[in-house]
Nanobody, 114 residues
Framework: VQLVESGGGLVQPGGSLRLSCAVS????????MGWYRQAPGKRRELVAS???????TYADSVKGRFTISKDNAKNTGYLQMNSMKCEDTAVYYC?????????WGQGTQVTVSS
């Protein structure tokens, strides 16, 4: 299983970005997928996840600002990030769980700065 992220970049505070995660297998076979992030000097933290049935979870720090979704027809997951803050700056990693194995993307840099 391969995951390829895209959509990172530089955005001003209050702005928006949408991350995409293209998966090499059918999302129907993926039990759960989501996004982690890791800021410099900090531990990797779970940002959001979505199950095969569409149930979602979010870190408290992003609730109401970020939205996770997926398109089974395109085998792609998304993270819509709105009202972004400087503290959202991090490398964002897509992950997916399938058959008791976790797979990771290579990460995409998101920088929020004026």
């Amino acid at each position: 299983v391969q995951l390829v992220e895209s959509g990172g970049g530089l955005v001003q505070p209050g702005g928006s970005l949408r991350l995409s995660c293209a998966v090499s297998v059918s999302l129907v076979s993926i039990a759960t997928m989501g996004w982690y992030r890791q800021a410099p000097g900090k531990r990797r933290e779970l940002v959001a996840s979505i199950t095969n049935s569409g149930a979602t979870t979010y870190a408290d720090s992003v609730k109401g600002r970020f939205t996770i979704s997926k398109d089974n027809a395109k085998n792609t997951g998304y993270l819509q990030m709105n009202s972004m803050k400087c503290e959202d700056t991090a490398v964002y990693y897509c992950w997916a769980a399938r058959d008791w194995t976790t797979y990771w993307g290579q990460g995409t840099q998101v920088t929020v700065s004026s």
